[in-house]
């Protein structure tokens, strides 16, 4: 009989101790943001100096040494806000380059606010796919969740459709905040057939704002959708969300709609679990709610091969923990806040 393996292996694609191997790497290009979303921005956040920033060549050798010896086949962008990133197209144009070498697709999450400006040039760089946060379509209550303005993000979403690139609306849903705002968005989304996935509350804010009350699980996302749409689970997927056809709740048959949840509190994906996160400051993470990465930044600069990144790499990810559904529930104690680890 074969042994369990305790140490990582040298070779072959990314994957940790469980068994769990990685596909999508999530790579956060800055820390800063110009919306102040209650989920995830501190108070008064403290941006970093820019060079202790990945520049433009690291983030680019990082990536093709995810893609072409640890079988990473899909990067995802993020922040804070990726498009405050002055070289994004050019990062997005240079990582195109690498599909021929395994990568399959890129992507990116947005608050959209700055997308309609560059929405045609990202599409013309290679960028496949778009998930944009939006957690209410009423001014109003957009401002007094991200203390920003909502029409700009409904022309980016505009621009971004008419560029060709496949779009995705993300809704955090908290307590007291927002819940109202599941069937207008959901009635929105559906008239613009959006894809829409609302997200359960994580303590990940860099506030303290998390309490277990606040949090909207899929059960009652659900229960509130369904007054006004036929709702059909879907079988699951390893993707993060569940899916369910929604349609009109007095025809007869399935919708076509689809609705997201992505149920991190109440029905956690961790033994799924493909990804891995670079920070904008070059620390991986292999867990959303790792307490603690692994600096890739000090020994990129110092000089380190592949050889000896790849090392680090391995090491880390084979070390990853069970997930959130194995730890206790309650804030993450860490120094890394959502708006320097992407989310």
């Not at 919306?35 to 060079?51: A, G, N, T």
């Not at 990945?54 to 050798?61: F, W």
């Not at 908290?174 to 968005?185: A, K, S």
């Not at 600096?295 to 990144?309: E, F, N």
Request: with cysteine; hydrophobic share 40%; net charge positive.
């Amino acid at each position: 009989m074969n042994q369990p393996l305790v140490h990582p292996p040298e070779f072959g694609t990314l994957r940790d101790a469980r068994g769990r191997h990685k596909r999508k790497l999530r790579l956060s290009l800055t820390d800063r943001c110009n919306l102040q979303c209650l989920y995830c921005m501190p108070e008064h956040p403290k941006w970093l100096p820019r060079e202790q920033i990945l520049r433009r060549d690291e983030l680019v050798r990082m990536v093709r040494l995810f893609v072409t010896e640890l079988g990473i086949r899909e990067i995802r962008l993020t922040g804070g806000e990726p498009l405050l990133r002055r070289d994004v197209v050019e990062i997005v144009s240079e990582l195109d380059q690498l599909r021929g070498l395994g990568l399959e697709r890129i992507a990116m999450t947005s608050n959209a606010v700055r997308l309609a400006p560059v929405a045609q040039a990202l599409k013309g760089a290679g960028l496949d796919d778009l998930n944009i946060s939006i957690d209410s379509i009423t001014p109003e209550r957009f401002n007094a969740m991200t203390r920003g303005q909502v029409a700009p993000v409904l022309q980016g979403i505009s621009a971004a459709r008419d560029a060709g690139i496949s779009v995705k609306l993300n809704s955090v849903v908290i307590r007291g905040y927002n819940e109202d705002e599941v069937l207008p968005l959901v009635r929105w989304a559906y008239a613009e057939n959006l894809s829409l996935r609302f997200i359960e509350f994580m303590p990940l804010d860099g506030r303290g704002f998390w309490t277990q009350e606040k949090v909207i699980s899929e059960d009652e996302i659900l229960r509130e959708v369904a007054t006004e749409f036929s709702v059909r689970r879907l079988p699951r997927t390893p993707e993060p969300a569940e899916y369910f056809l929604l349609g009109p709740k007095d025809v007869k048959g399935d919708g076509t709609f689809r609705l997201g949840v992505i149920p991190t509190i109440s029905r956690p994906f961790c033994s799924t679990c493909d990804r891995v996160r670079l920070s904008a400051t070059g620390e991986l993470y292999s867990c959303l709610f790792s307490e603690k990465g692994r600096d890739l930044k000090t020994p990129l600069r110092a000089g380190a091969d592949d050889a000896a990144l790849m090392r680090e790499i391995r090491e880390h990810v084979w070390h990853k923990e069970a997930g959130y559904a194995a730890r206790p529930q309650g804030y993450v104690e860490r120094t890394v806040t959502m708006h320097r680890l992407g989310g």
